[in-house]
């Protein structure tokens, strides 16, 4: 089982979302990073066969998505990163018209929903009108959209947004045991979602892909490059402007943890600290270290 | 002992062993029958689990045909059509029975002008909500996940079009028919001012829903939508022999032309897709 993405691109007027990405993807949980206007959503939505690409093919065991058609639809499960849905629908509704538009018989209908509800905790609102849901369970019923139809290629573009930690984890090891012998590509800003549990990581910048590989060959290149920190809580303005700060921690004695990235120890006393691919990240995409209007700095949120 | 001791000694001795032998050898046969068999019945019964699974997948994986497809649909959204396209005529006969003052037996007190007039603005209108239903996908947000379904946009629009279409029918069936019988209008002319304008605003309206986009379109309808009532009054007022005409050869000429080219139409949306909404 391989997707193959050949040399796609795509242009939208004179902006390049998708720049020659080719990439191989083969059984397993896939991360793509990137920061907003990378190029994942389209590069997702090609993968996905909503949009063509202006060069390249994406190919499913060696044959062009657009050739197989329904047979790749037929295998293929998306949740987009925004989606809506019918306003008079309920829950109930809007799954049972997944599956009918997916080709589901009745009878798997009822069996695949009750299980998903059950996965995904949606039994208490199944009859509920969705547009009364939360934006986190309105976010798990179009995952449970998505895995309808059992799918061998499941393509979720940023299917953690707006899910509490509990909900995460829980969706983390849904996906995890599902994607033994399937494909599954995960578009994300948080890090941490996928670090844990990705087979396979490609991280996008402007259109292209900048790297790929495992968390851990991923990560290598940053040894060295993450170090750590006490410094005295007045002093830490002073070290914001200066360093690439990627989190702060108040310990007690007045003191703050500081986390950063630089080539070399910018604090005296900095101690090595054991890169993630979040600092991978960070590193790649500055820009994403943000301030909020307080001036303090947000770990790396993709917004 | 002698040599016929000896040999009986021997006899005795294979008898027994023989017999040792046969006992050993039946209690392996027994043990290993046991086994044998317990190991071809766990093999035959996964066999049959196997095949029952791949039967039950099998059975499972009966896809519904596309008649079962539409009656599924007919649920989620012909309901919907059809409630919607009924509104619309219960909403005109309403509003023609007012402005008539003959309230819902409105048809006695227009002539046959108005007739025309009336059913050519109801039939230009029933077109365009038909129509409309296929942007619903996109105003709503369910278009990406509609497209990577199994039927996809294209099936899902063929089952809403059929649902109008036919909804569409049956109302200018009913209209015709009470134009006819209730009002002052020939059967000839109720037919052509309700065909000819249907036929125009859905080969019309098909054929904006292949080039353009759904954001493009939905402005566009919107302004078709209030431009079409005005624009027909306003034909009747400067050149009111447009409501006047009769069925003539040509004219059937002219609704089998676009009821061809709208099939033509319907035909293509149906292969080619529609533009999708602009890039994010």
Known sequence: MELRIEN???????????????????????????????????????????????????????????????????????????????????????????????????????????????????????????????????????????????????????????????????????????????????????????????????????????????????????????????????????????????????????????????????????????????????????????????????????? | MGKKGIKRERLLTAAAMKRALRASLRERFRTEDAAKAREERRAGLEETILLAERQLAQKDGDRPGFCRFLARQFRFTGIRIWLCQFALLAGSCLLFGILSGQGWALWRGMSARRIALAASLFSILLAMVSLSFGLRAFRCGMWEIETVSYYSLSGILAADLLFSGSGALCLLAVVYVAAVRGGRCPGERALLYLLFPFLCAVCFGLFLQRYLSPEKLRDLWTGIFVAVPVGIVLLDSFAPRCFEQAFSGGWAVSCTALAIVGAVQFRCLLRDGRPIPCAP
């Open chain 1, 8 to 303: 796609v691109s795509k242009n939208f007027k004179e902006k390049k979302a998708v720049d020659g990405v080719s990439l191989r993807i083969t059984a397993g949980i896939w991360g793509l990073l990137g920061a907003n206007g990378s190029g994942k959503t389209t590069l997702m939505r090609i993968v996905a066969g909503v949009m063509e690409p202006a060069q390249g093919q994406v190919l499913y065991d060696g044959i062009p998505i657009r050739t197989l058609g329904r047979s790749y639809r037929d295998i293929f499960g998306y949740l987009p990163q925004e989606f809506g849905f019918y306003p008079e629908f309920t829950v109930k509704d809007y799954l049972e018209y997944a599956a009918a538009i997916k080709g589901l018989s009745a009878r798997q209908t009822k069996r695949r929903v009750e299980k998903l509800l059950e996965s995904l905790t949606l039994t208490e609102v199944y009859k509920k009108k969705i547009v009364r849901l939360s934006g986190g369970m309105k976010r798990r019923v179009g995952i449970a959209q998505a895995l309808l139809n059992d799918p061998q290629v499941l393509v979720l573009d940023e299917p953690t947004s707006g899910l509490d930690p509990g909900e995460r984890i829980r969706l983390r090891n849904l996906l995890s045991g599902f994607a033994q012998e399937r494909i599954v590509l995960i578009s994300t800003h948080i890090v941490s979602d996928i670090e844990y549990i990705s087979t396979r990581n490609a991280l996008m910048k402007q259109g292209k892909i900048a790297a790929s590989g495992t968390t851990e060959e991923l990560v290598a290149p940053m040894e060295g490059k993450v170090y750590t920190c006490l410094v005295p809580a007045e002093e830490v303005r002073y070290y914001e402007k200066k360093l690439r700060i990627v989190n702060l921690r108040n310990e007690e004695g007045g003191q703050v943890s500081v986390r950063y990235l630089a080539e070399e120890p910018g604090i005296e006393g900095s101690k090595e600290a054991v890169p993630r691919l979040e600092d991978l990240y960070l590193w790649m995409f500055p820009a994403d270290m943000s301030y909020d209007g307080k001036g303090e700095q947000r770990e790396g949120s993709g917004k």
